[in-house]
């Protein structure tokens, strides 16, 4: 069975750019979860969709965005980006709500 | 929200030495996950454990849900046991507003 899927694997863009990332969940995963791990900040709850809709989003502005397909894959954007947004986005599926997650690789972004 | 601790920060082990990692949380959880997070920066699932205990090879787990805190051992460590491990709780708050909040994490360093 494939695993939580990411791409791309890297990315470097400069300030004031967007990007979008792109996850593909667990087949038969609903539920689809966005993180931020930035140096020294730990691993932060972004974004969670659930058949389509977003469920919950974290303490993060709203150029942070994000959708999920009818095929449950899921993108988050960034607009306006920041040195800060420098991080490695993780993405994460689960069958459904409160089950356990399952990890991406993750996208390391660079922001010059 | 809710507070996820974990101990020791740092960990340093010598090669077959047993070792114990500490996970308190701060309130009632709907789930708990323990990862470890190889170089590359990919969560690899050790556990789902929202209550019990588990053991798989090695390594073994027990959430004690009504005192707040989960612990991970580790036995007969090996080089390839080092790298951070994480503890994640489930918690809704506001009726369904539901994330995973990791803790800090342990670096747990296994020398030959």
């Known amino acids: 069975e494939a695993g939580v899927t990411q791409s791309p694997t890297h990315l470097i863009k400069t300030r004031g750019q967007q990007v979008t990332l792109r996850c593909s969940p667990i087949s038969g995963h609903t539920s689809v979860y966005w993180y931020q791990q930035a140096l020294g900040l730990g691993l932060q709850f972004l974004l969670w969709y659930d058949e389509g809709e977003e469920r919950n989003r974290g303490n993060f502005p709203p150029r942070f965005s994000g959708r999920q397909f009818p095929n449950y894959s899921s993108e988050l954007n960034v607009n306006a980006l920041e040195l800060e947004d420098s991080a490695l986005y993780l993405c994460?599926?689960?069958?459904?709500?409160?089950?356990?997650?399952?990890f991406g690789p993750g996208t390391r972004l660079t922001v010059l | 929200g809710i507070q996820v601790e974990q101990s020791p920060p740092d960990l340093i082990l010598q090669e077959g030495a047993n070792s114990t990692l500490r996970c308190n949380f701060s309130d009632s959880v709907n789930n708990l996950q323990w990862f470890h997070q190889n170089p590359w920066g990919q969560l690899i699932n050790l556990f789902y454990?929202?209550?019990g205990t588990k053991q798989n090879g090695r390594l073994s787990a027990t959430t004690v849900a009504t005192e707040r805190y989960s612990l991970l051992y580790i036995s007969s460590s090996q080089t390839t046991d080092s790298g951070v491990y994480f503890c994640a709780v489930g918690f809704v708050s506001g009726g369904s507003n539901y994330k995973l909040t990791f803790g800090k994490g342990t670096l747990l360093t296994v020398n030959p």
């Open positions: 454990i929202p209550s």
């Open positions: 994460a599926s689960s069958l459904d709500t409160y089950n356990e997650q399952f």
